[in-house]
């Protein structure tokens, strides 16, 4: 009886056990995928980024369209400074688009940042030479030349095409000061590398008439 009170009083004393702790509910397991994307475009512009991308991102698990939220999730991570990030978001649709130059642009962009300078260099060549009005591509490409080859000269054509193709672009006041500085120089060039004119060949000297002499009065 006594080790049957004793067992029975220790049982009452000891702890109880800690109830199972229940996962937290996902705060938008529910929310449709076009409410999830327009609050991570607000918490982006709030700029509570790192928020932004997780919701942008859930938009896309729930079946908003990747070809509109991708460019706006790539975006977000570059502004906080995400660019690994912002590849690894980017590359996997760039493989299954590849087509998307806009987004090849952009993942050049992101490549030059990290100073991946051959890749940004890959995916520009392919989009001059397949998009060949993509202004973009020939400012980075110019860039590119002029700051991570140290080439102004080869940047040139780049930058020129830009400003023909976007005239009012972004960066159209940028280039027109870049360019400007060997306008004097390339018309020197010009100059150079004109033909010469052919020297006309000197003709006999003509004689000239002497003074009469004066008459010495005697």
């Not at 060039?189 to 060949?201: L, V």
């Given at each position: 009886?006594?080790?049957?009170?004793?067992?029975?009083?220790?049982g009452a004393c000891a702890p109880?056990?800690?109830?199972?702790?229940?996962?937290?509910?996902?705060?938008?397991a529910d929310v449709p995928g076009q409410q999830l994307y327009d609050s991570g475009v607000r918490l982006a512009r709030s700029g509570d980024l790192l928020r932004a991308e997780q919701y942008v991102k859930a938009a896309m698990e729930r079946g908003f369209p990747e070809e509109r939220a991708l460019p706006t999730l790539l975006k977000i991570c570059v502004a906080a400074s995400r660019l690994n990030a912002a590849l690894q978001y980017a590359e996997p649709h760039l493989r299954?688009?590849?087509g998307n130059f806009r987004l090849r642009t952009l993942v050049a962009s992101i490549h030059?940042?990290?100073?991946?300078?051959?890749?940004?260099e890959t995916h520009l060549s392919e989009v001059i030479e397949r998009a060949p009005t993509n202004a973009p591509a020939y400012y980075l490409m110019g860039m590119l030349h002029r700051e991570e080859h140290g080439d102004p000269v080869a940047s040139e054509p780049y930058l020129q095409r830009y400003l023909e193709l976007a005239p009012n672009g972004a960066h159209?006041?940028?280039?027109?000061?870049?360019?400007r500085p060997r306008e004097p120089i390339r018309r020197i060039?010009?100059?150079?590398?004109?033909?010469?004119?052919?020297?006309?060949?000197e003709g006999p000297s003509e004689p000239t008439e002497s003074a009469p002499e004066e008459a010495t009065p005697s």
């Open positions: 009886m006594v080790g049957l009170l004793s067992a029975l009083l220790v109880p056990e800690p109830a199972v702790r229940q996962p937290m509910p996902d705060p938008i299954d688009h590849p030059l940042g990290l100073g991946n300078v051959d890749d940004a159209a006041a940028e280039v027109r000061n870049m360019l060039e010009h100059i150079i590398d004109r033909p010469a004119e052919p020297i006309e060949p």
